[in-house]
């Protein structure tokens, strides 16, 4: 069962990858294989839905994968076990909200946060002033 899952996420993750260079014009990049089950959803698709088509494709790549990964026989149907849904599991990316700021000015100081008091510019001007005029005084 654990192979019939890896070939399974791979085989849907590079028929998504198939898809997308297939409409970049990237098409010829692709390995021979790649390019021949491409082929193979282009006519499917001219007698399904695009999902259906895209599934039967996945289950080829499926199968193929399988044997490639060493597993024996017909591979096991792996979606219909799984309890998990296919396109709901997704969920959108929100950024979380801004956290207000706040101002807090010099006289309005809050005590039982963890904020330190702003040291106003003017207090360390005149304490650099006292010091300077107390190094000259002393010192003559």
Not at 34 to 41: E, H, I, P, V, W
Not at 44 to 58: D, K, P, V, Y
């Amino acid at each position: 069962m654990l192979i019939a899952r890896r070939a399974d996420t791979r085989a849907r993750a590079d028929f998504a990858t198939w898809k997308m260079m297939a409409k970049l014009n990237g098409l010829s990049a692709l390995p021979a294989d790649a390019q021949g089950f491409l082929d193979g959803y282009k006519k499917l698709l001219e007698r399904m839905s695009e999902g259906e088509a895209a599934e039967a494709t996945i289950a080829e790549v499926y199968k193929s994968y399988y044997l490639e990964m060493g597993g024996a026989g017909n591979p096991p149907d792996v979606r219909t076990r799984a309890a998990e849904p296919v396109a709901d599991n997704v969920t959108a990316f929100r950024r979380p909200a801004p956290k207000p700021k706040k101002a807090a000015m010099f006289g309005s100081a809050m005590f039982g946060g963890t904020e330190k008091r702003p040291l106003p510019v003017a207090l360390i001007f005149a304490c650099l002033v006292v010091v300077y005029v107390s190094i000259k005084f002393f010192w003559r």
